[in-house]
């Protein structure tokens, strides 16, 4: 019988918090080691990675926040690169949200997906330069780049009897902007039967803790990776039911 019951919980716990620790730090480690480091100045500044077999270089355009590159694209990225297996992506229908500089877009590209790049008119200049320089004569399918304001003209663009997507994957899409509503319901658009969403996000604010919490009532949600050190999880979720839901919660 152990004289000291307390003490001994405290210490497994401590152990497993310490152990904890590790894992996320070298997991976080091999992440971010697929970082390629540009060891020259050259006319054009550009963010390098290694994933699928291939070094892809991303231009990023610091004037606009929606074509920086950030840490949640790299945890997607390295997720997808080292579970094949668990998700084969070969021949699927991947749609991407908010995709930014495009590194998740061209990692899926690379692993076999048919993708939908997506993001606002604004970003598509160098989302699609990005894609088209790190997939041109290197996958089995072109991808394609398209606007998607989120929450706006969902039917008429991405009509649900004919864009039926295996994944909707998504990159740090969740921070301080008005908008969140609409991406809930883009989120709840495209989701159809069957469909499963892989989302990184990295947590700043409460706001996206109240977002998580919202994202639940209409979606199963699991988590993937926790990541201390990078303030960022990931996350596999898929749809509750098929009733469509407007923004204020009710079926529609």
């Not at 390629?36 to 991303?58: D, N, R």
């Not at 997720?79 to 949200?97: A, G, P, S, W």
């Not at 649900?160 to 994944?167: I, V």
């Amino acid at each position: 019988m152990n004289p000291f019951p307390t003490q001994a919980v405290q210490t497994e716990e401590d152990a497993a918090k310490t152990e904890g620790v590790v894992v996320d730090a070298e997991l976080a480690a091999a992440i971010m080691s697929r970082r390629i480091i540009q060891s020259l100045i050259t006319v054009e500044a550009w963010e390098g990675y290694t994933f699928a077999e291939h070094q892809i270089k991303i231009k990023e355009s610091h004037d606009l926040y929606g074509a920086v590159m950030w840490p949640s694209a790299i945890v997607l990225c390295y997720f997808l690169d080292t579970h094949r297996d668990t998700y084969n992506l070969l021949d699927k229908n991947v749609i991407e949200l908010g995709a930014g500089t495009g590194l998740v877009s061209v990692v899926t590209s690379l692993l076999g997906a048919k993708v939908t790049s997506t993001d606002l008119p604004e970003v598509l200049s160098n989302l699609q330069y990005n894609v088209l320089r790190n997939t041109r004569g290197n996958c089995r399918h072109a991808p394609h780049v398209t606007e998607l304001s989120w929450g706006k003209e969902l039917e008429q663009r991405f009509p649900q009897a004919t864009c039926r997507y295996d994944y909707v994957f998504a990159a740090d899409v969740v921070y301080c902007h008005p908008y969140l509503g609409e991406l809930l319901d883009t989120f709840d658009h495209l989701c159809q039967d069957g469909t499963e969403i892989l989302w990184a996000m990295r947590f700043r604010l409460d706001r996206e803790n109240q977002f998580v919490e919202r994202f639940q009532t209409r979606f199963h949600l699991d988590e993937l990776y926790d990541l201390p050190s990078l303030s960022i999880k990931l996350y596999r979720a898929s749809r509750k039911e098929m009733g469509r839901r407007t923004r204020s919660g009710e079926a529609a």
